[in-house]
């Protein structure tokens, strides 16, 4: 009997959230997705674009979503002319991203954790070059009717999704070639 009422009152539970939950659809234009890869030598910044995405929203709360990058747009936005394209190209190769073959990246809200007014520590499975990892991100949200702005960051192993080029982790002898295993990332995410 026990056991009856405690899955009665799970499914209740259940229904009540899909009944209440809402899919906003992220405004792929004002969104923004940039990053920071560091090596011995100094630090590169970039961007890259958002293709699609949605927030699951249960009243004012973050509930769930999905995101989708795509690759093909990684930019470098701190050099210029033949570098800028020269390393662009660079990682778009298997040395790093792959983009031929793996031209999105995913990543999808697992669970949100209210840390304090509108900070959230969110964490989801981040997939780069086909493989999933975990990932938690600290963020603020704000949420006011269907609007919802969702900024933040995380820092993310990149030997961790087989990009091993440069890392001193994995090749000795590198000297001031060793680019940092951990690249960070930064987001703007805002719903239309």
């Known amino acids: 009997m026990r056991t009856l009422k405690l899955t009665l009152i799970l499914i209740i539970a259940s229904l009540t959230m899909s009944l209440t939950a809402q899919s906003v659809k992220v405004n792929t234009m004002k969104s923004k997705l940039t990053w ?37 747009t990684i930019k470098v936005t701190d050099l210029e002319g033949d570098m800028k394209k020269q ?8 040395d790093f991203f792959s983009v031929a073959n793996h031209p999105k990246a995913k990543f999808v809200i697992k669970g949100v954790e209210k840390i304090k007014g509108n900070e959230y520590k969110i964490k989801g499975n981040l997939t780069i070059k086909g493989i999933t990892k975990p990932v938690i991100f600290k963020s603020m ?23 091993k080029y440069g890392s001193g982790s994995f090749f000795k002898g590198l000297g001031d070639k060793v680019i940092n295993d951990e690249f960070a990332l930064s987001f703007e995410i805002v719903t239309e």
């Open 87 to 94: 390393l662009e190209g660079h990682l778009e190769s298997d």
């Open 141 to 163: 949200v704000k949420v006011k009717g269907k609007m919802v702005m969702v900024k933040g960051s995380a820092i993310v192993d990149r030997t961790k999704y087989d990009i």
């Open 36 to 72: 920071v890869g560091k090596k011995v030598t100094g630090e590169h910044t970039g961007t890259i674009m958002l293709k699609s995405g949605e927030i699951i929203l249960n009243g004012k709360e973050i509930a769930g979503g999905t995101f989708v990058f795509d690759m093909k």
